[in-house]
């Protein structure tokens, strides 16, 4: 396509991509013993070899005590070997590798993290029924410092760069937002209180990173319901990190445990989702209470561009576009409005090679051919991460539940 960004190198701090396209961070309960696995180091090798610009490994918990999942990524230094070997998997295909780090906070697991969840504010986990204990001054500055700890591992392992999760309802998106954060210290109260956990992370991040790794951070526009960050305060924070000095944001919306097809839209297969459900109290709580706790959001290919184009007309540093992305059409549209990278994750979810598919096909519609159906979303908890298009045995009353969505 004529004068197309899409296959033109672009930097992000230190580090230059061979092309406009990221992986996004999408959780690949790969992870068996929370360590990398050859089947996660495969994926992501099967990414880089299609063309991918960078991909990003989900969902790595800065300590034992933010993991929400046994198959999720801790990081330590006993796993360092393990992923150097995934990031030279990658670089040898011409990607860069990097890796999404954060803490699921109030959502986090005893029996995985090995304690009570810890967040912003004592309460009650909805997941795996234990209470919440709200967060002591001494453990956000623990906590806050293991954020720059997984950078240094994250170099050590190979990675050209870390992407902070801020968003989504984990645990900085929890100190942040007005619905879970009612401390009465210097932690809770006005906004400038509840960025100060998320600047401290972000103070030991860019200390570790050096200027010799690239820096992103997943924030929220909005979280997607009444009573929590709104467009103004989303746009605050994303300057405070800019003042911070990331060197990209990735825009998203969205909190897991509120409002949680606001970050992926569509509609969530209720079925499938209790199908590989294991803990039979909660899968009976999903098949009566389902529809209402996880609510339909319509879909449309790139959902969140409205709002990202306020947040481009604000901020200077590198902006990464995030959600709905579903043929080249998009990317085009999205770089052409002053994105300078595009993210994906179900589009290379379907199809792994899309980015090189792409370079074929030189026309807007060329689709990775996702259909959003959001099977891989339903079972990514439970088990390792695929298309519904994958499964060929799935069985009949999951793919009657399919073929109804639209
Ligand atoms: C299976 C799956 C797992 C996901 N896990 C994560 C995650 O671990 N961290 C994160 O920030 N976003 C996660 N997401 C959200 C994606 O990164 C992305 O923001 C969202 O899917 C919208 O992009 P898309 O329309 O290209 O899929 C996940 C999405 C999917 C489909």
Same mark, same amino acid.
């Given at each position: 396509?004529?004068?197309?960004?899409?296959?033109?190198? /672009?930097? +992000?701090?230190?580090?230059?991509?061979?092309?406009?396209t990221?992986?996004?961070?999408?959780?690949?309960s790969?992870?068996?013993?929370?360590?990398?696995?050859?089947?996660?180091?495969?994926?992501?090798?099967?990414?880089?070899?299609?063309?991918?610009? !960078?991909?990003?490994?989900?969902?790595?918990?800065?300590?034992?005590?933010?993991?929400?999942?046994?198959?999720?990524?801790?990081?330590?230094?006993?796993?360092?070997?393990?992923?150097?070997?995934?990031?030279?998997?990658?670089?040898?295909?011409? =990607?860069? =590798?990097? +890796?999404?780090?954060?803490?699921?906070?109030?959502?986090?697991?005893?029996?995985?993290?090995?304690?009570?969840?810890?967040?912003?504010?004592?309460?009650?986990?909805?997941?795996?029924?234990?209470?919440?204990?709200?967060?002591?001054?001494?453990?956000?500055?623990?906590?806050?410092?293991?954020? &720059?700890? =997984?950078?240094?591992?994250?170099?050590e392992?190979?990675?050209? #760069?870390v992407?902070?999760? #801020?968003?989504?309802?984990?645990?900085?998106?929890?100190?942040l937002?007005p619905?879970?954060?009612?401390?009465?210290?210097?932690?809770?109260?006005?906004?400038?209180?509840?960025?100060?956990? !998320?600047?401290?992370?972000?103070?030991?991040?860019?200390?570790?990173?050096?200027?010799?790794?690239?820096?992103?951070?997943?924030?929220?526009?909005?979280?997607?319901?009444?009573? &929590?960050?709104?467009?103004?305060?989303?746009?605050?924070? #994303? @300057?405070?990190?800019?003042r911070?000095?990331?060197?990209?944001?990735?825009?998203?919306?969205?909190?897991v445990?509120? #409002?949680?097809?606001?970050?992926?839209?569509?509609q969530?297969?209720?079925?499938?989702?209790?199908?590989?459900m294991?803990?039979p109290?909660? %899968?009976?709580?999903?098949? !009566?209470? &389902?529809?209402?706790?996880?609510?339909?959001?319509?879909f449309?290919?790139?959902?969140?561009?409205?709002? =990202?184009? %306020?947040?481009?007309?604000?901020?200077?540093l590198?902006?990464?576009?995030?959600? &709905?992305?579903?043929?080249?059409?998009?990317?085009?549209?999205v770089?052409?409005?002053?994105?300078?990278?595009?993210?994906?994750?179900? /589009?290379?979810?379907?199809?792994?090679?899309?980015?090189?598919?792409?370079r074929?096909?030189?026309?807007?519609?060329?689709?990775?051919g996702?259909?959003h159906?959001?099977?891989?979303?339903?079972r990514?908890?439970?088990?390792?991460m695929k298309?519904? @298009?994958?499964?060929?045995d799935?069985?009949?009353?999951?793919?009657?539940?399919?073929?109804?969505?639209?």
């Amino acid at each position: 396509m004529e004068n197309s960004l899409l296959f033109t190198p /672009a930097k +992000i701090g230190p580090l230059t991509l061979r092309n406009r396209t990221i992986r996004s961070a999408a959780f690949e309960s790969m992870c068996e013993n929370n360590s990398p696995t050859r089947m996660l180091e495969d994926y992501h090798t099967s990414v880089a070899a299609g063309g991918i610009g !960078m991909t990003t490994l989900a969902y790595a918990s800065v300590t034992r005590n933010g993991l929400s999942f046994k198959r999720q990524l801790w990081m330590r230094e006993e796993i360092v070997p393990g992923l150097r070997k995934i990031t030279d998997a990658i670089h040898s295909h011409g =990607a860069a =590798a990097s +890796i999404q780090i954060g803490h699921c906070g109030n959502m986090s697991k005893k029996s995985v993290a090995g304690q009570l969840p810890i967040s912003a504010c004592s309460g009650l986990n909805i997941y795996s029924p234990t209470f919440v204990r709200g967060m002591k001054p001494r453990e956000i500055e623990e906590i806050a410092r293991a954020f &720059g700890h =997984a950078v240094n591992l994250a170099r050590e392992a190979g990675f050209d #760069a870390v992407e902070v999760h #801020a968003g989504h309802g984990y645990l900085l998106s929890q100190f942040l937002s007005p619905y879970t954060n009612h401390r009465k210290d210097m932690y809770g109260g006005s906004l400038e209180n509840r960025m100060r956990f !998320m600047k401290m992370a972000m103070n030991e991040v860019m200390e570790a990173a050096r200027g010799d790794m690239a820096v992103l951070v997943k924030t929220n526009m909005r979280d997607g319901f009444k009573g &929590g960050i709104e467009l103004d305060e989303g746009m605050e924070i #994303a @300057k405070e990190l800019e003042r911070c000095g990331a060197h990209a944001l990735v825009l998203s919306g969205g909190f897991v445990s509120r #409002a949680p097809m606001y970050v992926m839209r569509g509609q969530m297969p209720i079925k499938t989702l209790t199908h590989y459900m294991d803990i039979p109290w909660l %899968k009976l709580g999903v098949k !009566m209470a &389902g529809r209402m706790m996880i609510p339909s959001v319509p879909f449309k290919e790139c959902y969140f561009l409205e709002d =990202a184009l %306020k947040f481009r007309r604000e901020l200077k540093l590198p902006l990464v576009y995030v959600g &709905g992305i579903v043929n080249r059409g998009n990317i085009e549209t999205v770089l052409n409005s002053g994105f300078e990278f595009v993210q994906m994750g179900r /589009a290379l979810i379907t199809q792994p090679d899309f980015v090189n598919r792409m370079r074929e096909c030189d026309d807007p519609s060329c689709s990775s051919g996702c259909e959003h159906k959001n099977y891989c979303i339903a079972r990514m908890y439970t088990i390792d991460m695929k298309c519904h @298009k994958d499964v060929p045995d799935l069985p009949d009353k999951l793919r009657r539940e399919l073929d109804r969505i639209k």
